[in-house]
């Protein structure tokens, strides 16, 4: 079945700096791609998409990129701030019944 | 706001013992999702829902059950529980299917002995 390999499992970074996420995925088919966030003892929420049609979007200091040729997006925080600690994970829609397979989670950690 | 509820927040189950896991939604979205998240596997699916009266397989179902008998609530069943289901489990709701954003739950953290 088709996976989500999300390469960096802690990423550490100098606030100020930015963050860069990658994750690959398997199915060609696939044409949705979100993040979420997960803070410590909550639930996800909702960060950013892409889908298949384009392949940057930007909200504000968050930046996804997709390139489909290479199976890989990736989450570009800029200009890091404390808040942005947390684990991050990504997902792709599946293709049988476009549920999401998600990525094993990215902790993000901010340092002064 | 978008509001999804579970509960109980922390069980601990016997083994071969039932569980019941409760989520609540007032979004009035069709779809609802049970994951569980262990460390490593990031989510799971085990079962969803498009709406009051169905439930769908997800991607690892086996010894859960599921239940929607109406638009807002969405449970989760263990009949014969075992210490693999140790996990943390959430809820979800949303409007579409997997291209949609999801809102979650925050989260039961089941215990199994």
């Known amino acids: 079945g088709e996976k989500v390999e999300q390469h960096e499992s802690t990423l550490s970074v100098r606030e100020g700096d930015s963050a860069v996420i990658n994750c690959t995925y398997t199915d060609t088919a696939s044409s949705y791609f979100p993040w979420y966030k997960q803070e410590a003892g909550k639930g996800l929420h909702f960060v950013i998409d892409i889908r298949s049609n384009v392949d940057r979007k930007q909200s504000q200091r968050l930046i996804v990129l997709l390139d489909k040729k290479a199976k890989r997006f990736s989450l570009h925080i800029t200009a890091t701030q404390p808040e942005d600690s947390a684990i991050y994970f990504c997902a792709a829609s599946g293709a049988s019944n476009y549920q999401l397979i998600w990525g094993s989670g990215t902790k993000l950690i901010i340092k002064p | 706001e978008a509001a999804v509820t579970q509960s109980p927040r922390n069980k601990v189950a016997v083994t071969g013992g039932k569980v019941t896991l409760s989520c609540n939604q007032t979004n009035n979205h069709n779809n609802m999702y049970w994951y569980r998240q262990d460390t490593g596997h990031g989510l799971r699916l085990i079962h969803y829902?498009?709406?009051?009266?169905?439930?769908e397989k997800g991607d690892i179902p086996d010894g859960y059950k599921a239940s929607r008998p109406s638009q807002e609530n969405f449970s989760l069943i263990l009949e014969l529980a075992t210490p693999s289901q140790t996990s943390v489990y959430f809820c979800?709701?949303?409007?579409?299917?997997?291209?949609?954003?999801?809102?979650f739950g925050p989260g039961t953290r089941l215990t199994v002995l």
């Open positions: 979800a709701s949303g409007d579409g299917l997997g291209g949609d954003e999801q809102y």
């Open positions: 829902s498009y709406g009051a009266g169905s439930t």
